[in-house]
């Protein structure tokens, strides 16, 4: 087994910035990355990274969010910048073990946008 824990979430203003990060209690030999659900919506994607650092982001959010990995700490990283409105929502940390094919999730950190 695999917990995640996710630190970072909060309240900001539109325009402002946040910085989640999200703890492995393992080495993850695959890939990290970050989901979000908004109320009454399903969670989707919004950022992953392998082990090499091959990133991926959902459109909604290229050129505003930044993901990164520190794979000695165990930990994935998700600059926030420019942040919206439609930002707002509980944003999960995910993790995929490659050998075994098996999906981790983090409890979760609200991040909401808001004046």
């Known amino acids: 087994q695999v917990q995640l824990v996710e630190f970072g979430g909060g309240l900001v203003q539109p325009g402002g910035s946040l910085r989640l990060s999200c703890a492995a209690s393992?080495?993850?030999?695959?890939?990290m990355g970050w989901y979000r659900q908004a109320p009454g919506k399903e969670r989707e994607l919004v950022a992953t990274?392998?082990?090499?650092?091959?990133?991926d982001y959902a459109d909604s959010v290229k050129g505003r969010f930044t993901i990164s990995r520190d794979n000695a700490k165990n930990t994935v990283y998700l600059q926030m910048n420019g942040l919206k409105p439609e930002d707002t929502a509980v944003y999960y940390c995910?993790?995929?073990?490659?050998?075994?094919?098996?999906?981790?999730w983090g409890q979760g950190t609200q991040v909401t946008v808001s004046s």
């Open positions: 995910y993790a995929r073990i490659w050998i075994i094919a098996t999906n981790f």
């Open positions: 393992r080495t993850i030999s695959g890939t």
């Open positions: 990274i392998t082990t090499s650092g091959i990133t």
